[in-house]
């Protein structure tokens, strides 16, 4: 008698009060092979083929937007649920800064389906939306009535907001009682909107995360990381995952997924998940105060500072810098920055091309003083 075998599916959890269930780890397709480099067109199969192994091993939320990868990343998606969009949910993004009318509005939305290759969006974001921009343009443009019309039609599912507003102002959001759910940052070094994503909960709103694993800064990108996570825990990424999970008001953690090794692993995380235990809250409290100094010199790796005019790869020298003074890896982020510009994976100029334009200081969602640590970064580094 032949003997079955059962596979273990990832979690699932309601999306706020009228959502459907989403795996709780979701494709967040943002850094998809081909992101660091820009050269999309070439790596774009071999981008299908990891978000359609991803809804292989069983996720059925694909998060993406029309900023990302310059449309290349929605162009992927649509491709890589052709086939299996009845198992699958998405959600897109718009910038209301883009937008200059309701019309243009229903024009840009129209894009992102053809390049989805969908006339539904499951979960529709409007995306970094500041409570001063939802009070000003947004509402003069009457950009909420817009994207009601579209959801009364059957073309947005739920309708949500994604921000890298102060908590307080992501709060005034959540009361305007507009929006089913919303995307923020929040991860084990990053707690500040945990505020904000218990208000949510208690509205009935779904809560998705943007950088669980601090936008791969968690991932062991220093070589002395390891020795910062207790071993009961397994890897970093794997604890990160387990601690943003471990709040009840969290949905769903979108991981930006560049391999199938990644993919794979979270995937394993997501399977044997459970939540953290009252000793391993205690142990997660010590591993915080160790990464207190990670707090000053955050960087999530968004790249929304960039293109910089004078090539200056702001996120891996700060990445770098995180590495020297937090994780202890002195030497290999002293080497690693001498080889900015030289190896492929770390590309541009080092921090002493900076001609203190301020331009990346306008567009830094986590309003990082970069100026500043790009000189700190090049007197440490550049020894």
Not at 110 to 138: A, M, N, P, V
Not at 178 to 188: E, H
Not at 218 to 239: H, Q, Y
Request: charged residues 25%.
């Amino acid at each position: 008698m032949s003997e079955t075998k059962t596979t273990m599916a990832i979690p699932r959890r309601k999306f706020g009060h009228s959502g459907p269930e989403l795996t709780i780890l979701g494709f967040g397709a943002m850094r998809l092979p081909g992101f660091r480099t820009g050269d999309f067109d070439t790596h774009m199969e071999g981008a299908v083929k990891l978000l359609r192994r991803g809804i292989e091993l069983g996720i059925n939320y694909i998060d993406t937007a029309q900023l990302y990868d310059a449309g290349h990343s929605e162009i992927a998606v649509g491709r890589a649920i052709r086939e299996a969009r009845d198992r699958v949910f998405i959600s897109t993004k718009i910038l209301p800064n883009l937008v200059s009318s309701a019309d243009h509005f229903q024009s840009l939305f129209e894009e992102s389906c053809e390049r989805l290759q969908t006339r539904r969006i499951d979960i529709f974001y409007f995306h970094g939306l500041y409570w001063k921009q939802f009070r000003g343009q947004f509402a003069e443009m009457g950009l909420l009535k817009a994207a009601e019309k579209l959801r009364a039609g059957g073309r947005i599912g739920l309708l949500g907001f994604s921000s890298h507003d102060r908590p307080e102002n992501i709060g005034r959001l959540i009361d305007t009682g507009a929006f089913d759910g919303m995307l923020v940052q929040y991860n084990l070094v990053d707690e500040v909107n945990a505020g904000v994503i218990s208000r949510a909960g208690e509205k009935g709103m779904g809560v998705t995360l943007m950088g669980p694993v601090g936008g791969g800064r968690m991932a062991g990108t220093g070589p002395d990381f390891t020795r910062l996570v207790p071993p009961e825990f397994g890897d970093a990424p794997a604890l990160a995952l387990k601690f943003v999970w471990s709040n009840p008001d969290v949905t769903c953690a979108l991981s930006g997924m560049e391999s199938e090794s990644v993919l794979e692993a979270n995937v394993r995380s997501a399977k044997n998940y459970a939540p953290l235990t009252s000793a391993g809250r205690a142990e997660v409290a010590v591993l915080q105060k160790k990464l207190e100094k990670l707090r000053e010199i955050y960087c999530s790796g968004c790249g929304y500072c960039l293109p910089c005019p004078e090539k200056v790869n702001i996120p891996g020298i700060f990445n770098l810098l995180i590495c020297h003074q937090v994780l202890g890896a002195e030497r290999y982020a002293r080497d690693m920055y001498r080889l900015i510009g030289v190896l492929p994976i770390i590309p541009g100029s080092d921090a002493s091309a900076c001609i203190e334009c301020g331009q990346c200081e306008d567009k830094c969602p986590q309003k990082i003083h970069i100026i500043d640590q790009l000189k700190r970064s090049h007197e440490l580094l550049g020894k």
